[in-house]
């Protein structure tokens, strides 16, 4: 199992940009299913992007054309480019993974936790309004 850390949290106000990274101490190729979620204290881990094996994407509603999600396999990073952050953005941000057995190209798109086994320790975002 690759361990991920992610980086790139901070402080910003409304209406301005973060990118996240998440760096993966091994080669992330088209076997891995990745993603972005979130969570504030005393609520779930909501997904916000995920990325599969074909590089298609898929987006939470509340995220849906401020987030871009993307992924370099060569460099062994996954990012989250966020634009127009709200206050409501506001949580602590973990990138995930999971890896298809026997090399078969990852083809699903999830936005479920339980889709996920590998996780980073996360990175903190705060929006100020």
């Known amino acids: 199992q690759v361990q991920l850390v992610e980086s790139g949290g901070g402080s910003v106000q409304a209406g301005g940009s973060l990118r996240l990274s998440c760096l993966s101490s091994?080669?992330?190729?088209?076997?891995?299913?990745m993603g972005w979620f979130r969570q504030t204290p005393g609520q779930e881990r909501e997904g916000v992007a995920s990325i599969n094996g074909y590089f298609v994407t898929a987006y939470a509603d509340s995220v849906k054309g401020r987030f871009t999600i993307s992924k370099d396999n060569a460099k062994r990073f996954l990012y989250l480019q966020m634009n127009s952050l709200k206050s409501e953005d506001t949580a602590m941000y973990y990138c995930?993974?999971?890896?298809?057995?026997?090399?078969?190209?990852?083809?699903?798109?999830?936005?479920?936790?339980?889709?996920?086994?590998?996780w980073g320790q996360g990175t903190q975002v705060t929006v100020s309004s």
């Open positions: 091994g080669y992330i190729g088209s076997d891995y299913c």
């Open positions: 995930a993974a999971y890896r298809k057995e026997y090399s078969v190209v990852c083809s699903t798109l999830s936005l479920r936790k339980s889709a996920y086994n590998t």
